[in-house]
């Protein structure tokens, strides 16, 4: 991606393969007014080898499929090249796929919601444009909750332990 781009709707891979990959230069924005869908074996990156600190953009409206590889932060010696993700739009949308997924920043300002089915790494901030995040939420699951290799699924910058609640917080 090598300028600012607006679509309806993004799929990466076709078959088994493919690589979507922001470029090396200044930042550029992709705005995707749909779903996107990365393949199994598919690939939509940050450029994986900065020769500068690079920051790019996703704008997003619709729901994320990923069954393939998402990675939006790459560091390679002191330059850093990442992807600041908006979850935008106005219907409530979602994230799911069995792939692997690290974003950098990340921006909740769906309208409509926007809901986790999947695990996702965040490697920077989670910013929710309606408020405060309520840790203490009855519909929060626990850290650990539906890891299937011991490690935490969901984490706190302040290392804080996260757990079920069974009661209502407001």
């Known amino acids: 991606i090598t300028s600012n781009q607006t679509c309806a709707s993004l ?21 995707v007014n749909g779903n996107i869908s990365v393949s199994s074996g598919a690939v939509f990156r940050a450029h994986s080898a900065p020769t500068a600190n690079r920051t790019h ?35 409530a949308a979602s994230y799911s796929g069995s792939g692997s997924t690290l974003l950098n920043n990340l921006v909740q300002a769906n309208s409509g919601g926007f809901s986790l089915g999947a695990n996702l790494a965040l490697k920077g901030n989670f910013t929710d444009r309606f408020g405060n995040y309520d840790y203490n939420s009855i519909m929060h699951y626990g850290g650990y909750d539906f890891s299937n290799n011991n490690q935490p699924t969901l984490t706190r910058k302040d290392k804080a332990e996260l757990i079920s609640n069974h009661t209502l917080s407001h």
């Open 57 to 91: 953009s996703l704008s997003v409206s619709g729901s994320i499929i990923n069954n393939g590889t998402l990675t939006f932060y790459y560091l390679s010696g002191s330059y850093t090249s990442v992807v600041n993700t908006t979850l935008a739009g106005s219907t």
């Open 11 to 31: 799929q990466v891979g076709e078959g088994a393969s493919g690589i979507l990959e922001y470029h090396n230069g200044s930042g550029v924005t992709l705005t």
